[in-house]
């Protein structure tokens, strides 16, 4: 946001020397009057650019404006079933997922919980290709204290469709650097926030 500050600051003082060099050439004195408004324009930009960024490319009629990105904000509850092989030589069963979706107009952060472990996205967005609306994303896995010794840290990368405008499915695989690989599939969607797996689990 201080970046998006910025160029507001840097658009408003390159429009009010715009208007005084045109103030200058039309009338042949320079017009500086349209200085004491920067305050006002840069407050203006600010707060038309927050409410863009945070809550009005949201709105349902925004949604169909070509180049606005699906919002899948929320919390997801869905399914994992994954590839991996524990201590024993099993395949586990597969296992509640939420899927916490934070996304403004131009970020998109992720984050997988399960009773066992959590994954947060290092780099993530949701894109569209031929009208089909894909979240992809990397991110860094940590198993809760009590499960490191059978499950350890690792990174990975998901890819998932999402069904539905507005979004009603989301569901894709996922891969990780300790060879295995997994499907997921969220159908059951609460625009809350879910902090952790408990309060994501009381949401539905």
């Given at each position: 946001?201080?970046?998006?500050?910025?160029?507001?600051?840097?658009?408003?003082?390159?429009?009010?020397?715009?208007?005084?060099?045109?103030?200058?050439?039309?009338?042949?004195?320079?017009?500086?009057?349209?200085?004491?408004?920067?305050?006002?324009?840069?407050?203006?930009?600010?707060?038309?650019?927050?409410?863009?960024?945070?809550?009005?490319?949201?709105?349902?009629?925004?949604?169909?404006?070509p180049g606005v990105p699906l919002s899948v904000r929320g919390t997801w509850k869905g399914a994992l079933e994954s590839s991996w092989i524990d201590a024993?030589?099993?395949?586990?069963?597969?296992?509640?997922?939420?899927?916490?979706?934070?996304?403004?107009f131009s970020r998109v952060h992720v984050t997988l919980l399960t009773n066992e472990s959590k994954s947060e996205?290092?780099?993530?967005?949701?894109?569209?290709?031929e009208g089909l609306s894909v979240l992809h994303y990397l991110f860094f896995n940590k198993p809760k204290m009590k499960h490191e010794a059978i499950s350890r840290m690792h990174h990975g990368s998901a890819t998932f469709e999402v069904s539905g405008k507005p979004a009603r499915r989301i569901a894709g695989r996922y891969w990780t650097e300790r060879d295995t690989r997994g499907e997921l599939d969220f159908d059951r969607h609460s625009k809350k926030i879910a902090d952790d797996y408990e309060e994501a689990v009381s949401f539905f």
């Open positions: 946001m201080k970046t998006s500050n910025i160029g507001i600051r840097v658009g408003a003082c390159i429009l009010i020397a715009i208007l005084a060099v045109v103030s200058w050439i039309t009338s042949g004195a320079l017009n500086l009057e349209p200085a004491k408004y920067l305050s006002a324009t840069v407050f203006v930009g600010s707060a038309l650019f927050t409410g863009w960024e945070l809550w009005v490319w949201r709105f349902p009629w925004v949604q169909l404006v024993s030589g099993q395949k586990i069963a597969p296992k509640d997922a939420y899927l916490v979706v934070r996304q403004t996205s290092s780099l993530a967005a949701v894109t569209k290709t």
